[in-house]
């Protein structure tokens, strides 16, 4: 299919051509036309898969021409996805007087203040500071007409149903939803159910979850040598750029002081640092001048990081989702990727939730060499999913 055939007006159809985008995602085959006919959307769609043009586009051409009030909502879970999705409503929106605020915490309010009340079309942004400027009155939501939930699944985890649902309940009843989430699961259809009227259900997750071009590891390892392997890991691995996963924030500074310790230049991300620290991270990591960066999950949705060889989980992640999100960050449009995961035996439960979720085991693997103090734990491929006990010959 041609995105000249999705219904799409000719200024965006330039535009697209000048980004380079040659033919639609699946999600913008399917989601573009009908939300070009106004009509309401859930879509079930991880990222990387273009989600942001589906939606993006489509609301662009729908709200014409500009009115000097905020009509479009896009909320997400992060700053760093709500940058994000600005940058890509500025790219896509070049031919269109559309303006935009772009609103998140831990930074000043005068600049977000300054593109409301300079008439801000369409505003990108995350529950918490949309709230508190709703509550300030620096902004009404009366006039939205279009309201994008993005990675809805993600903003639930965090913690956002509450300012979710009051910000849904602030905007217009008269008004077209687009719900995006990598995961349709009980809470979001409940959702879906009062906030959308009569969506149609587009979805196009793959059956394997996981890119195929991404290989997978497991490296068994008594805990207190988990260190040691991460170093030997990054010392063996030719990699480009990597990013090594852990679960809180204290692991993910301790790890950051050890690998410099150690002579590797390292950024960090995780909610604890100001977003200045966390715009240098990730702007300095792109950029390749640090090789390695160490984030906690917030940088493991959405961020559309290239070149990333490999991604490195210093813990089995708690929830199954985040391994697939977190491994997603490599292997990007056919790139070659390689996951390599960190296991430790108290961590088996959540092995086991992934491996169900991935429908297959995780390959174990022992790096040679290494002096592992404790033998592995090195439940064969297969012995770990396998929830009735296997028979003995007897
Ligand atoms: P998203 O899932 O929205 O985060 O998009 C992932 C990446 O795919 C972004 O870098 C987009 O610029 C890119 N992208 C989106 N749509 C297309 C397309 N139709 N063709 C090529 N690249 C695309």
Redesign the pocket.
Known sequence: MEFAQLGLPEYLLSTIEKIG?????PI?EKAVPVALQGRDVIGAAQ???????AYALPTLARLGEPKGKPRCLVLVPTRELAM?VDE?FRRFGENTADKIALLYGGVRYDQQVKALRAGAEIVVATPGRLLDLQRQRFLDLSSIEVLVLDEVDRMLDMGFIEDVSAIIRLCPKDRQTLLFSATVNKTIREIAGWALREPVEIDVRTGTLAADTISHALYPVAGYQKYDLLLALLERTKYRSVIVFTRTKRDADRITEWLEANGIAVATMHADRTQRERVEALGGFKSGKYSVLVATDIASR?L?ISGVSHVINYNVPEHPEDYVHRIGRTGR?GDEGEAFTLFSPDELSQLQAIERLLGKPIERKKLDGFRYRTEPLMLMPGAVPAARPRRRNR
């Open positions: 985008y040659k033919t639609p995602t913008q990222t990387g898969t273009g989600k942001t043009a994000q890509a959405g559309d449009a």
